[in-house]
């Protein structure tokens, strides 16, 4: 036995050796001297919303599944709710994101069986595919496939029609008790493309409860609608009855795409319907006049929430398709609405629109609230961000600058430098927005320009930092800063596409570093390719001039799965030095981190250390930076996505190492409530005992030591300002003692 657990652990040791020394963790970041609840939650582009309770505490929460990209792979973001009843507060967990299978093109959450917990209904070649949720208090969030393909009768009164329930992996069904007789029915536009279909469940009239998904198409032209254009006609079902061969011969005339939601809003007890359409800046709202089992839709409008006879409300208008969500945000038990665009590259830092539902009937008053619900609470800069860290006060601590390929403002995207300033301490970084638009950017590129991503590194040798900067995917300019050594930046000179260079691929994203070891900066770009290129640097300390070497980094391709994502990876890479050793972070597509040995000859193979280092599986298009800002020597990570957010990884999070992954030690000290008003408690596991606690504030000063010796007790921090402070633990079990650091926030 010993020596198998003597074996055990040291093939933990060798994963994790291979791993990087840095875990998940945060960085306080303040907007208008606001302390940002979520700010790396990662941002949010093209979601839907749901209610589920992640962690069976009895309270709804929310879950998104972002589309946030080009591809088909999408990404859950879970957001745990601990607020009050009426409150709308909410608290990341990244960790709950991987529970969920990885889905494409779409996912919704609904509650099949009615045993309380939200069931995963996502796209599925051909329709829908479905996930029964089996977790539980004790075990956690857990899915398990029931249902490969939904199928349904669609000759329901003569022979047996069988097929796949189509949707298009481009829209969204209404997932809803159509005929309130308990159990889920589904709405989608049928194979015609303009008409709407109703398959009704028969669970309830065959097996006499809910938990079966059995349909049959019930009215292939439900609410005597089509839509098309942008344009809902009533009355307009001219082949009723219908002939289910002839209907079923239609299947290849798709309906390009459509988000479909159904909400009672007068209470009559039938369905009302809205609707957006792939190529329409509003939505539609269809007002049924029908009856449970015979929908009427019989009156439209684009100016919803403002019908009829409710208060005035900003309308439902985004580029592009707008799509709109019936979830309780506020935790007070009543549905309000969310809108957000179901397509990529439109609308994106203001792209989640808030209304209250303020009635105080069963009938729904939706009132405008925001344009940035949740993302007002985390590091947004459009969609797919690059971080990067600069010194651009020359104050001696990194601050954090992001570019991103456009904030959507007006009718399109334009170019913007986010720059977060370092406000904390060498050792206790805290950062604050200072500009959403440094160095004039947006300025400098007027015209079409829309992206620009950027790489810091002195070029000429003066003492200061440049940047280099892509635009629009293919040119990269000199970005000169003439603030000389030690003074703050100042971009004053830019270059426009000074070097002539012609990528071998689109979309470039450059990094500034010396791989030949002769003293100047040479310059490696990752593209769309998946492929890495090496310019080496063959002009002077002070006149760079590159020339690409053919054949470098042969084996090197950052991308995934060819059936998945076809042929494009959208690579970013970062080199760094590990003592002697070069080697290189990839991220891609995929949202993986690839990690590579690279060898001092460029055109010689990269040896592969890991795929998925630190089991990280980011949102999409992954751009790993890799350098420390927290000053103990050690690289932190930063990565930036499709949605235009940032994750942070730290050398100094709690269970960075082997140790401490292996016993996970800082799960032994609970904090809760965290945040907190003006009390905690904290409580130690098993026979571990809490000596004493030292609180320290964001610029790292220490602001109390409390002497404990307790295993659990509950402390009063009313004094304290409000903010987030860093609760230095130090623990005592039977064999030893050691320190935890617990963030905790104050309101």
């Known amino acids: 036995m010993r020596l198998f657990i003597s074996s055990f652990l040291l093939l933990i040791i060798s994963k994790v050796t291979a791993q990087l020394p840095v875990a998940p963790d945060t960085i306080s970041v303040l907007s208008s001297n606001y302390c940002l609840k979520m700010p790396w939650a990662g941002g949010i582009n093209a979601a839907s919303f749901s209610n589920i309770d992640l962690n069976y505490d009895g309270k709804m929460d929310l879950v998104l599944y972002d589309k946030m990209n080009n591809s088909a792979l999408g990404a859950f973001k879970c957001f745990e709710n601990i607020g009050l009843p009426g409150e709308t507060k909410y608290k990341y967990n990244h960790k709950l994101t991987q529970k969920f299978p990885r889905s494409y093109y779409w996912a919704l959450l609904y509650d099949y069986d009615y045993d309380g917990k939200a069931d995963l209904f996502c796209s599925a070649t051909g329709g829908i595919q479905v996930y029964k949720n089996v977790g539980n208090a004790t075990t956690g969030l857990q899915f398990v496939m029931t249902y490969s393909l939904l199928y349904s009768n669609y000759n329901p009164t003569g022979p047996p029609a069988i097929s796949n329930i189509y949707t298009s992996p481009v829209g969204l069904p209404a997932i809803t008790d159509i005929d309130n007789d308990g159990d889920l029915d589904i709405l989608t536009f049928s194979p015609t493309g303009i008409h709407i279909e109703y398959h009704k469940n028969k669970s309830k009239e065959l097996y006499g409860h809910s938990d079966s998904l059995k349909f049959e198409l019930a009215d292939p032209c439900w609410g005597n609608i089509s839509e098309n254009a942008c344009t809902v006609n009533l009355n307009d079902c001219p082949n009723r009855p219908f002939d289910v061969s002839e209907y079923l011969k239609t299947a290849n005339n798709r309906h390009a795409g459509a988000c479909l939601m159904c909400l009672d809003s007068d209470s009559d007890g039938d369905k009302d319907l809205i609707i957006g359409d792939i190529s329409c800046q509003t939505i539609e709202y269809c007002h049924n006049t029908g009856t449970i089992a015979d929908a009427l839709l019989s009156d439209t409008t684009k100016l919803y929430p403002n019908y009829t006879n409710q208060s005035n409300t900003t309308q439902i208008a985004m580029n592009p398709f707008p799509c709109t969500h019936y979830v309780d945000v506020d935790n007070d038990n009543v549905m309000d609405l969310v809108a957000a665009p179901n397509a990529f590259s439109g609308e994106n830092v203001t792209s989640v629109w808030l209304y209250k539902n303020t009635s105080a009937t069963p009938t729904v008053n939706f009132s405008f609230v925001k344009k940035n619900f949740l993302q007002e609470e985390m590091i947004e800069v459009g969609q797919m961000s690059r971080p990067i860290l600069i010194d651009y006060n020359a104050d001696g601590k990194k601050d954090l600058l992001i570019g991103s390929e456009g904030v959507f403002i007006g009718t399109g995207r334009k170019p913007r430098f986010h720059l977060y300033e370092n406000i904390g301490t060498l050792a206790q970084p805290a950062f604050s927005l200072v500009s959403t638009d440094y160095a004039n950017l947006s300025a400098v590129l007027n015209g079409s320009v829309f992206s620009a991503i950027p790489a810091p590194g002195d070029i000429d040798n003066d003492g200061d930092i440049d940047l280099f900067v892509v635009t629009n995917g293919n040119v990269i300019s000199w970005f000169e800063n003439t603030g000389g050594a030690g003074n703050p930046c100042n971009f004053s000179n830019f270059k426009f596409n000074h070097f002539s260079i012609n990528f071998p691929s689109s979309n470039p994203v450059p990094q500034l570093f010396d791989f030949n070891n002769d003293g ?205 402070y860093m609760f230095h633990l130090h623990v005592k079990s039977a064999n030893e003692s050691y320190s935890i650091v617990k963030k905790v926030m104050k309101n």
């Open 520 to 724: 100047k900066l040479d310059l490696l770009v990752s593209t769309k390719n998946g492929r890495i290129y090496y310019y080496e640097n063959n002009g002077t300390t002070t006149s760079p001039s590159f020339t690409l070497i053919s054949g470098a980094f042969p084996n090197v391709a950052l991308k995934g799965d060819f059936f998945t994502f076809g042929l494009d990876g959208f690579g970013a890479s970062y080199f760094y030095k590990e003592a002697s050793q070069t080697k290189m972070l990839g991220g891609c597509i995929t949202g993986q981190i690839y990690l590579f040995d690279v060898p001092a000859i460029a055109t010689q193979s990269c040896a592969l250390i890991d795929s998925t280092a630190n089991g990280i599986l980011e949102h999409t298009y992954s751009t790993p930076w890799y350098e420390d800002v927290n000053g103990d020597g050690k690289p932190d990570l930063f990565i930036g996505n499709a949605g235009g957010g940032v994750s942070f990884y730290s050398s100094k999070a709690t269970d960075v190492g082997i140790y401490e992954n292996i016993f996970n030690k800082a799960d032994l000290i609970r904090i809760f409530p965290n945040p907190t008003n003006n009390k905690v408690t904290l409580e130690a596991e098993g026979n571990t005992l809490i000596n004493e606690i030292e609180i320290y504030n964001l610029l790292g000063e220490k602001v109390k030591t409390i002497p404990v010796n307790q295993q659990k007790l509950n402390l009063d921090i009313s004094e304290l300002p409000i903010g987030v």
